[in-house]
């Protein structure tokens, strides 16, 4: 994260020798898996837990990192809340709380997930460039991020124009990842090598609500 990658990190990721049954379920809750399926630690499978350092810091508490880890899966998987919409959410929040790790990890999943990158790239740039329900999404997640809550008016328009159910998941994503940046920037983690550069931001950007 921004002015904290070439700071030591204060807290490590399990290595492979300190996964156990606990921490395996804590992974499965994420892949939809029992803790006896989840690929083991330092197997090299696509799913190798020592490939996921947010993993790997979060199963430090095994319990509680089984359920959010079921919410967050969630949220990403099966939640309502189109891809693209969830996304530019996310990223906002990575960019207004200057998160280099969710910026590089999210930059991924949205291109993944179809999102341009001339789309990404405009977030730096403010809402100015975006219109519909994308633009409806970056005022309400720089609401929620800026003041705690949204405006009246700004939730009327949520529920006319996404429905109830993705109006609710909006606030849940961007409470969840303002909280992730939160326990990755105190933990100084950084971002995997070759992700997505956190772009600066304009004086005058949005973003610096």
Known sequence: MTGTQSTPPLFAPLTADEWGDDEYSAF??????????VPRAGSGHPADPLKFDIIGLLARHPKMARR?????????????????????????????RRSAFFWGEHFKVATDGGVPEADIARLA????????????VLDATDELISQGRSEETTWQRLTDEL???????????VGTYAMLAMAFDTWRLAPPAGSAPLPELPATSTSQL
């Open 163 to 173: 429905g109830t159910h993705q109006a609710m998941e909006l606030i849940f994503v």
């Open 68 to 96: 959010f880890l079921s919410f967050n899966g969630w949220l990403l998987q099966r939640g309502e809340l189109p891809l693209r919409l969830r996304e530019l959410a996310v990223l906002r929040v990575a960019l207004t």
């Open 125 to 136: 740039e403010g809402n100015e460039g975006f219109t519909g329900a994308d633009r409806l």
């Open 28 to 37: 499965g809750a994420l892949l939809g898996l029992p803790g006896e399926k």
